[in-house]
């Protein structure tokens, strides 16, 4: 009899998985904080802020209290980089340029920035970059002489080495990810999964020691297609968003759930809306259910892991962070806003 009541229980836990939130949403609420003339596609929730980083060299916070901004402007030599990553330890900010050269900065003395990695080579493009803990990191790149190009910190992000391509999976020429909304890195405990423009998943158990290869049904046979962004809410449970931005209308093969932590992907409400999606998130509190996306399209909110979604808003934006399980911050073309979830 045991295996048959394991077998009963297995069945039991699909089926609480499958049904929708117990508050599903309906409307979202959106007021915009900050608004200037940069385009913001990276965005952190720390302890009582919002920190942000994007063109002409722009980076700052929002008090989330007060609502009161603090923005600067990063000069290096005769450059304003365009930062399209960001990331934080209990201590620090980080924010990483992209283009050449690739500059990483973080925060230094006297409220400045100080420079800890730069790299100046033809072909040199970072995209997302994030950290496990507080002493190890992990940025992501587009392929450079034959592999992805990752960058490790193991010292809080005082330095930062390149992982030699004798010890990573062989990329595809051209291979690289979208540097749409920094969320083509995801992390759960040890583990790290990466998007690439080719569809695939670059995945690490180990913090990235040691690195494998997975492949999903997402579209990229366009240079324009692949995973845009992906988000795994526990070990096993992914969602990887992609499309077309020249076709965002475009709704078939580019949305896939993984419920093996990455081995195998299986298409979910294809043919159905959003279309292109420039990042995806788990809602919190939501048992994995809730998934919010965003694009320069709209926001559309899923109950059921993917299965059914509805078109909350119009409104455009590039990336999106929730601070708990009803409000998010979302960072767009020449404005951050709040939203707030009903």
């Known amino acids: 009899m ?20 117990t508050h599903p949403f309906s409307s979202v609420e959106i007021e915009d904080l900050f608004t200037d003339s940069v385009s913001i596609r990276a965005l952190e929730v720390m302890d009582g802020s919002v920190a942000f980083a994007g063109t002409g060299g722009v ?8 609502a009161q901004i603090r923005a600067k402007q990063q000069r290096y030599d005769t450059l304003y980089p365009e930062f399209r990553a960001v990331a934080h330890t209990q201590t620090d900010f980080f924010m990483l340029s992209a283009g050449r050269p690739a500059l990483l900065f973080k925060t230094g003395n006297q ?17 997302s970059m994030t950290f496990w803990n507080n002493s190890e990191g992990l940025a992501i790149g587009d392929e450079m ?3 992805l190009s990752l960058l490790v910190t193991r010292d809080g992000g005082s330095s930062w080495r390149k992982i030699p391509c004798s010890d990573l999976p062989k990329a595809i020429p ?26 695939r998943i670059f995945y690490s158990p180990d913090k990235g020691s040691t690195w494998e290869v997975f492949e999903t049904p997402i579209n990229s046979k366009e240079p324009t297609q692949g995973i845009y962004s992906l988000h795994f809410t526990s070990e096993n449970k992914g969602i990887a968003m992609g499309g077309d931005y020249t076709e965002p209308e475009g709704k078939t093969g580019n949305k896939a759930l993984t ?19 420039s990042c995806v998130q788990f809602v919190p ?28 808003s119009e409104e455009p934006f590039y990336t999106l962070r ?21």
Not at 174 to 193: C, M, Q, V
């Open 145 to 147: 002489d034959g592999c």
């Open 285 to 312: 509190g939501s048992g994995g259910n809730g998934i919010m996306v965003v694009s320069y399209s709209g926001v559309s909110y899923s109950a059921n892991m993917g299965k059914q979604w509805t078109k909350l």
């Open 322 to 342: 929730f601070v708990n399980d009803s409000t998010a911050y979302a960072a767009g073309k020449f404005r951050i806003s709040r939203l707030s979830f009903k």
């Open 259 to 277: 419920l093996d932590g990455g081995k195998t992907w299986s298409l979910v409400a294809d043919g159905d809306i959003p279309g292109y999606t």
């Open 174 to 199: 051209g291979e690289g990810a979208f540097a749409a909304s920094n969320t083509n890195i995801a992390l759960f405990k040890d583990k790290a999964w990466i998007g690439t423009t080719e569809g």
């Open 59 to 66: 980076f700052g916070a929002i008090d989330l209290s007060t």
């Open 2 to 21: 045991r295996p048959l009541i394991s077998f009963c229980f297995f069945l039991l836990i699909l089926s609480c998985s499958d049904s929708p939130t």
């Open 111 to 127: 409220g400045l920035m100080e420079l800890v990695y730069k790299e100046d080579k033809e072909g040199v493009f970072y995209d």
